[in-house]
C-alpha cells in the first residue's frame, strides 16, 4: 500500500516530467526545429522521452493553451501553422496592444520598472551578439512584458503576452535575415529610446515608439519574404551538340 509521501512523490515526478516535455516541445517549436504542421502522436513521444502518455498528454495540453498546437477533433494533435494571410490583423492587434501598454508604462512605472527593462534590453543586445536565436527571441518577449507590467493593467498585459508568444516563430523565422541585412539590424537603441520615453513619463513619445517598433517589425518580416524569392537568374542556352544528340 502506497502511504502519502509515496503519492506526493509520484505527483511531483509526474508533474516534472510533463514541465520537461512541455518546456522541450516548446523550444522545437518556437525554433521551428518541429515545422508548422507537424504531427504529434502521444506514443511516439511517450517513447522518446520515455514516460507514460500521461504526462505527454499534459504537456500538449499547456502547448495548446500557449497557442503552439492545435488539438483536434480526432485525437491527433498538430504544430499550430503560422497564419501568413492573417499577419496584418496580428499586427493590427500588436501595434493596439503594444502602443496601449507603452502608453500605461509611461504613466505608472516605477525605479524599479525601469531597472527591469534595463536589464532586459541589455540581455536581448547579449543574445543578438551571441547569436542565439532562441534567447533573442525570449529576452525580447521579456522585455516587451517588463512594459507591461509596468503599465498594472494585467489584463491588457495578458493579452499582450499572448500576441508576443505567437509572434516568436515568426521573428525566428526571418532573424537569418536581419542579421545578413545590410540596412536592418537587430542591434539598435529602439529599446533604450522606449526606456527614456518611459522613465521620463512622455506618454506621446511613448506611444509614437511604440508604434514605430511595430511598423519595423511588420516591415522586416515584409522584407524577409520578398528576399526568399530570388528571380535573379537566367537560362542557359543548350549547346548546338547537345540538341543533335
Same mark, same amino acid.
Given at each position: 500500500?502506497?502511504?502519502?509521501n509515496?503519492?506526493?512523490?509520484?505527483?511531483?515526478?509526474?508533474?516534472?516530467?510533463?514541465?520537461?516535455?512541455?518546456?522541450?516541445?516548446r523550444?522545437e517549436?518556437?525554433?521551428?526545429?518541429?515545422?508548422?504542421?507537424?504531427?504529434?502522436?502521444?506514443?511516439?513521444?511517450?517513447?522518446?522521452?520515455s514516460m507514460s502518455?500521461?504526462p505527454?498528454?499534459?504537456?500538449?495540453?499547456?502547448?495548446?493553451?500557449?497557442g503552439?498546437?492545435?488539438?483536434?477533433?480526432?485525437?491527433?494533435?498538430?504544430?499550430?501553422p503560422?497564419?501568413?494571410?492573417?499577419?496584418?490583423?496580428?499586427?493590427?492587434?500588436?501595434?493596439?496592444?503594444?502602443?496601449?501598454n507603452?502608453?500605461?508604462?509611461?504613466?505608472?512605472r516605477?525605479?524599479? /520598472?525601469?531597472?527591469?527593462?534595463?536589464?532586459?534590453?541589455?540581455?536581448f543586445?547579449?543574445?543578438?551578439?551571441?547569436?542565439?536565436?532562441?534567447?533573442?527571441?525570449?529576452?525580447?518577449?521579456?522585455?516587451?512584458?517588463?512594459?507591461?507590467?509596468?503599465?498594472?493593467?494585467?489584463y491588457?498585459?495578458?493579452?499582450?503576452?499572448?500576441?508576443l508568444?505567437?509572434?516568436?516563430?515568426i521573428?525566428h523565422?526571418?532573424?537569418d535575415?536581419?542579421?545578413?541585412?545590410?540596412? /536592418?539590424?537587430l542591434?539598435?537603441?529602439?529599446?533604450?529610446?522606449m526606456?527614456?520615453?518611459?522613465r521620463?513619463? /512622455?506618454?506621446?513619445?511613448?506611444?509614437?515608439?511604440?508604434?514605430?517598433?511595430?511598423?519595423?517589425?511588420?516591415?522586416r518580416?515584409?522584407?524577409?519574404?520578398?528576399?526568399?524569392?530570388d528571380?535573379?537568374?537566367?537560362?542557359e542556352?543548350?549547346?548546338?551538340?547537345s540538341?543533335?544528340?
Open positions: 500500500m502506497m502511504d502519502g509515496s503519492k506526493a512523490e509520484k505527483k511531483q515526478a509526474k508533474g516534472l516530467g510533463a514541465r520537461h516535455v512541455y518546456e522541450e516541445l523550444r517549436i518556437l525554433t521551428l526545429a518541429l515545422e508548422p504542421g507537424t504531427p504529434l502522436d502521444e506514443t511516439t513521444l511517450s517513447q522518446r522521452f502518455r500521461s505527454i498528454r499534459e504537456a500538449l495540453v499547456r502547448l495548446s493553451a500557449d503552439l498546437v492545435e488539438m483536434l477533433s480526432n485525437r491527433s494533435t498538430l504544430v499550430a503560422i497564419d501568413l494571410a492573417g499577419f496584418p490583423r496580428y499586427v493590427e492587434a500588436l501595434d493596439f496592444l503594444q502602443r496601449i507603452t502608453r500605461l508604462a509611461a504613466r505608472h516605477s525605479d524599479r /520598472d525601469i531597472e527591469r527593462m534595463t536589464g532586459l534590453a541589455k540581455a543586445d547579449e543574445a543578438c551578439r551571441e547569436n542565439d536565436y532562441l534567447a533573442m527571441s525570449a529576452t525580447n518577449r521579456d522585455f516587451h512584458m517588463a512594459i507591461a507590467e509596468a503599465g498594472k493593467n494585467p491588457l498585459a495578458r493579452s499582450y503576452g499572448q500576441l508568444d505567437e509572434g516568436r516563430r521573428l523565422m526571418h532573424f535575415y536581419i542579421q545578413s541585412s545590410k540596412t /536592418d539590424r542591434l539598435s537603441s529602439d529599446h533604450y529610446d526606456i527614456d520615453a518611459i521620463d513619463r /512622455d506618454v506621446e513619445k511613448a506611444d509614437l515608439l511604440a508604434h514605430d517598433h511595430t511598423r519595423q517589425f511588420h516591415d518580416f515584409m522584407n524577409f519574404l520578398r528576399a526568399r524569392y528571380d535573379d537568374f537566367t537560362f542556352k543548350p549547346l548546338s551538340s540538341i543533335r544528340a
